[in-house]
């Protein structure tokens, strides 16, 4: 089915997008990257407002929530990915799976099959595998850590910040609020009018941040080839998407799985661009959660 096929497109993609933030936020600040990779992305979707007229008002209020969705999960996302292995946060990202199955029973009342209900009972038991991990290795540590040590210090030593992990969950469930409106929305409008409006809201929402906070963007974050870089995997990655919720046989529960292929992306990424530890057992609880997966989808 072709709109599988655009959701592992998004979730390639998305992968791709992890390593860029993590690799963009080496040279600047969080509020930098996010703001400048927010007005590119709208940039590029700017040819599509002829495209994005014409919707009803009440689609400007529940595209403005997804917006605000997102802007909320961006930074607390980006926070938590700054300072967290990016193969850490890619397998932590695959509790989306979980609030996304949520939703799509609850909302939609989709019916789960016995292979889905399966399928999530091991993505399940491979988030709990790495939480434990995660516990583990936090209480086996010295607890004779200086006070002075600071998040940054204290992630790249090993040793897991929890604030950080709790920031990782949250984002993860802003993006799920913004996962289920984008199936609502896309029964009555089209990718260009989403794409667009949803891009302006979250640039309005983020100018405002930065006003009110009084937060210093230097014009040198333009040079940031990997801010440019993962705005462009973005808007290729949400107009597949859009376009595979538009599909009337799409299923939240089962694009929401397929979603989750950015893990891979993102441990591999771990590996051979950050040179992270601690890889092998991050791949062994992502492939537990893709075995759910493949599991998820098998009878379609």
Known sequence: MIWILLTLVYGLLK??????KKKAMDKNSVMEVLLIYTVIAFLIVVPRFPHALGMAPRFYGLILIKSF???????????????????????????????GTFF????????????????????????????????????????????????????????IPPKFVI????????????????????????????????M???????LIYILVTKT?????T????????????????????FIANADS???????????????FVTILGGKFVFHEKGIAYRMFCASIVVCGILLSVLEL
């Not at 802007?71 to 609030?99: E, N, T």
């Not at 609020?177 to 409006?197: A, E, P, R, T, Y």
């Not at 940031?224 to 998407?241: E, K, Q, T």
């Open 15 to 20: 992968g791709g997008r992890e390593i860029s």
């Open 69 to 99: 969705s997102i802007f909320l999960a961006w930074i607390l996302g980006f926070h938590a990915l700054k300072h967290l292995p990016v193969s850490l946060y890619g397998v932590l990202d695959l509790s989306r799976v979980l609030l």
């Open 104 to 159: 799509g029973v609850i909302v939609f009342h989709e019916v789960l099959m016995w292979n889905q209900i399966l399928g999530l009972a091991l993505v399940a038991f491979g988030l709990l595998a790495l939480k434990f991990k995660i516990t583990g290795s936090k209480a086996s540590e010295k607890q004779s850590t200086d006070a002075n040590t600071d998040d940054s210090s204290a992630a790249s030593a090993g040793r």
């Open 167 to 198: 920031m990782a969950f949250a984002s993860c469930v802003f993006n799920s609020v913004s996962g289920l409106l984008d199936k609502v929305l896309m029964k009555d409008i089209n990718s260009s009018q989403m794409q667009f409006w949803y």
């Open 200 to 206: 302006f809201f979250l640039v309005v929402f983020y």
């Open 216 to 220: 210093k963007i230097r014009k040198e």
């Open 222 to 241: 333009l040079k940031n080839g990997w801010i440019w870089l993962m705005s462009i995997m973005f808007v290729i990655g949400d107009a597949a998407l």
């Open 249 to 263: 046989s799409s299923r939240v529960t089962v694009m929401t799985v397929v979603k989750q292929s950015a893990c």
